[in-house]
């Protein structure tokens, strides 16, 4: 008898540590899914195919009644400018001419083998440098918006993780870089506007350089972004004290069934009820 008590015993504790280790991958999984943003991560995941579609969009500016044409000899009165034109590394060329008593500088940009990657008035080294700048931050803003929809998606319970996802720091970080895009797109605008009205070819021409569908789609990702923002912050997540309290009352839960002695298998029915 004492060893068949014995054998009981180790059989209740065993018992009792299976139940506690699935009691506590239940209560793990069951967290992780209350981490999870889904509607962030939808928007993280929108701001990503928007943001790619602004890289791969051939039309970033539009410059229209300037000297700005795509190769030698030939006048193009409205041109397009895209990001895909400044992805490979290219070379200036400068020549001058003279318009009354000053003198004009002129660019042509050579960024491929082809002859529409020639670019003659369209664009001053400075121009290409901070145009250069924008697809690089563009990439880096598709970066922190995976990261923003990894974290969303899948709801890690690391406290790093965790602090990251719930206060939204990826699509922070894409707001602030669609913004600061934008501004240099403005900055971009001044200089294109400067040369296209010292390259005209005809001195009373009015001349006009406009943003295109990329510089949009920028806005539109920064935007969408915000609303990421905001459903990261406006959630309601447990509180980690309650989170807490939930893993005691499972604990105690798991424990005592863990802990009730089996019932006999010869239990007798019930009486049959009299009124």
Known sequence: MPRHSGHHRHHRRRHRHHNGHHGHHRRRVRFKHRERNFIAAVCSMIVIVTLCTALAEPSWFYVKCGGCRLQKNVYIQNTTLGAHQFFYVGFFEEFYTTQGDHQVTHYIYHNGAKADATLIDCVTPKAVLVLRCCIALTFLAIVFSFLGFTLDLYGPTGRTPKLIRRYGFGSILTVLICVTINGLCFYVTEMLVELQRNTRTHPGMATAVR????????????????????????????????????SRLLDDFDGMYAGMPPLPANVPPPPAYSP
């Open 211 to 246: 943003f295109s569908v990329s510089f949009y789609l920028i806005a539109v990702a920064g935007a969408v972004s915000i609303i990421a923002v905001a459903c990261s912050l406006l959630r309601r997540y447990p509180p980690h004290e309650d989170s807490r309290r939930d």
